[in-house]
């Protein structure tokens, strides 16, 4: 009896052991951070505990995809800073199930379905990863450790996305704060070094593929565009005149929003800058590196903006959307788009350009009558690069929403616009 007992426990220690070490085990990955990276990772947080993409620009980056689209609810944006300083002590994040199957122990490895229910561990890796083989660019299936040593965009945003689907439609308040945290892991992809590897041969897995040298340059990297967003090269004045990307219509999983966004911007940008900068120092003057610095952010915005959009057609709310740009380059110049609304919609709608092409563009919304064009609301605000309005529809009709150069700008401006369906006595974004 005694040696079947310890048969027994021996089993289940065994199957224990297996199961933490094969945790989405998957070939031709390492198993984790190598020491001397992990010593660079140590040596530049000493350095600089506050380098990251975005910091600052995490919460600009997320305002500005809201506020593009007429959204003002501060929640969207403050809290999507929050995933970077997480420590795994507190309900921060979500609590995952992983779910895998290990072989039983014994003579007979007969699969067996194991469960974790886990809290969302600390400091959650925000990369994903595309390795080019050949001419074909293919998703490489990233790992999940059971201890938390890394976590992957497409599984973080997956997980955020998530508990905002249930938070809504339970009817909490808390929808918002979720959605900020899955608008960082959205943002993250804008980040060269988050996908693209100097070697050529292939995309980065944050910081587990690679040298030393090149984790420590992925962090130069960062901390350069840090101290250019408002200064030097003022990279903030550089966002704008952008649509909310609408690309993701046809994805219902969410972790294929990352995986695109990733491909897309790997493609578009990250390989630029990172061939351009090479084994080198990071030299903003070298036109690649610049202009692709400048695409990346910009695109990271028009996917966080898409992103709301995706999620507002996910929950059954998204009544109608519309958009368009136009060169409002003289003064009372206008341009519009018109949607429709149902009595009790709420519509949001926003205008952006480009900071450093100076100028003041304003908002109206009109409801069409017929021939006649009925003033509803407006925005008048000063900012120097966005203008934000939200109305609640009075009546079932089609609107026209205007934005007009109360001051001229020299480039283009671009106008977005999202009516809201009511749920659960709320509108989605406020």
């Not at 005694?2 to 297996?18: F, G, N």
């Not at 620009?57 to 506020?67: G, L, P, V």
């Not at 610095?293 to 109608?320: E, P």
């Amino acid at each position: 009896m005694k040696t079947r007992l310890l048969q027994i426990l021996t089993a289940a220690v065994s199957l224990v052991i297996v199961a933490s070490c094969t945790l989405d085990d998957l070939s031709n990955r390492p198993d984790s951070i190598s020491a001397d990276i992990q010593q660079a990772i140590e040596e530049k947080a000493a350095q600089n505990e506050t380098v990251r993409w975005n910091g600052t620009q995490h919460k600009s980056i997320a305002e500005f995809a809201c506020r593009m689209l007429g959204i003002t609810n501060s929640t969207f944006w403050e809290k999507s800073t929050e995933p970077d300083s997480w420590t795994g002590s507190n309900d921060e994040g979500p609590t995952v199930k992983i779910t895998t199957v290990v072989p039983a122990p014994g003579p007979f490895p007969i699969p067996i379905p194991v469960s974790f229910t886990l809290n969302y561990p600390g400091k959650p890796g925000h990369c994903y990863f595309w390795r080019l083989d050949g001419s074909t660019w293919k998703h490489r299936t990233p790992y999940s450790d059971i201890f938390g040593t890394i976590r992957w965009a497409d599984y973080n945003f997956n997980a955020m996305i998530n508990e905002a689907y249930q938070r809504f439609r339970d009817n909490t308040n808390t929808h918002d704060v979720r959605l900020s945290h899955a608008l960082h892991y959205m943002a993250d992809m804008g980040v060269p070094y988050h996908n693209y590897w100097s070697d050529g041969s292939n995309l980065l897995v944050d910081l587990v593929s690679g040298t030393a040298a090149q984790a420590t340059q992925h962090t130069d990297y960062e901390n350069v565009f840090k101290t250019n967003w408002t200064e030097g090269k003022k990279f903030y004045n550089q966002i704008g005149a952008r649509y909310y990307n609408t690309s993701f219509g046809n994805y219902t999983n969410p972790e294929d929003l990352p995986r695109h966004a990733s491909k897309s911007m790997a493609e578009s940008s990250g390989r630029q800058v990172v061939e351009a900068i090479g084994t080198g120092s990071i030299n903003l003057n070298n036109s690649n590196v610049y202009n692709g610095t400048v695409s990346a952010l910009n695109n990271s915005v028009t996917f966080c903006a898409g992103t709301l959009v995706w999620f507002a057609d996910l929950m059954d709310v998204l009544r109608s959307k519309n958009r368009g740009m136009s060169k409002l380059t003289t003064q009372g110049k206008e341009m519009y788009v018109d949607v429709y609304a149902a009595s009790g919609d709420k519509i949001y709608c926003g205008a952006n350009w480009k900071a450093a092409n100076g100028g003041d563009i304003d908002i109206k919304i009109y409801q069409i009558d017929g021939s006649s064009l009925v003033y509803k609301k407006g925005g008048t605000s000063t900012d120097k690069s966005l203008e934000s309005v939200s109305w609640v529809a009075d009546k079932s009709a089609t609107y026209r929403i205007k934005a007009y150069a109360y001051t001229a700008t020299s480039g283009d401006v671009a106008l977005n616009t999202v009516v809201i369906k009511k749920k659960n006595s709320r509108y989605i974004f406020d």
